[in-house]
């Protein structure tokens, strides 16, 4: 079964809603048969590249007084699935993020360049928008990281890749993450408590379709198989 994660490294839920959902797919009996793909999401592609910001400053200009108290809330919530979370970090255009991480899915090292992407922004607080920083942190999670410059020096590598998965999260109805979509057919929207994620895996796994036999069988049918043992 394969589970998609829509998500953007600068948002909060998203941090914490893998974390709940790891915690439900680590107990989950049928882990082993999951596959999780991270999809692209930009919450804010209008950002100049390169350039970037206090978060304070962003929340206070769309929450006003609010905003502090919704940043203790989700500090509260981080601390409470054992994540470190800093109030101190800056915004940035992630297209270079998501790029990377298109290769990183590519070479099957994706979640480990997503945690070291979390990581540095929501437990760190590093600026991690400038091509040095994706490049040392693309080397953290084993890519090469000369590979890693090329593409990051590349505006349109992997570009097309981001932008799709952005396409397909629209025509999905998701104009907001993280959004997951277990099985191509079930839909979770936020970072929903573990026992969500819980009750969402066992759903999915629990409502697959049998696969219906398409063609002829028996020894005569074209397109005859292999069995396990060597025998066809």
Known sequence: MRVEIWGDIVCPWCYLG???????????PHR????????SFELDPSREPGATEP??????????????????RLVALAEAEGLA???????????DAHRLLQLAGERGLQHR??????????????DLFGTEALVRLADE?????????RVLDDPAAYRDAVHADQRAAA????????????????GVSGGQPTEVFAEALTRAWGDRQPLTPL????????GAVCGPDGAC
Do not use: C, W
Request: proline share 3%.
């Open 18 to 28: 893998l974390a709940r959902f790891e915690k439900a797919l680590a107990a989950f």
């Open 32 to 39: 082993e048969r999951v596959e999780v793909v991270h999809r």
């Open 113 to 126: 360049l997503l945690q070291g992407l979390y990581a540095a922004n929501f437990a760190r607080g590093e």
């Open 171 to 186: 025509q999905l109805g998701a104009n907001g993450v993280p959004f997951y979509v277990l099985d191509g057919r079930f």
């Open 215 to 222: 063609g002829g069988t028996g020894e005569a049918a074209d």
């Open 85 to 95: 979370y800093r109030s101190d970090r800056l915004v940035g255009n992630t297209l």
């Open 141 to 149: 999670a084993g890519l090469d990281p000369a590979e890693a410059r």
């Open 55 to 72: 978060i304070a400053e962003v929340l206070g200009r769309r929450f006003g007084p609010q905003a502090a108290e919704m940043e203790g």
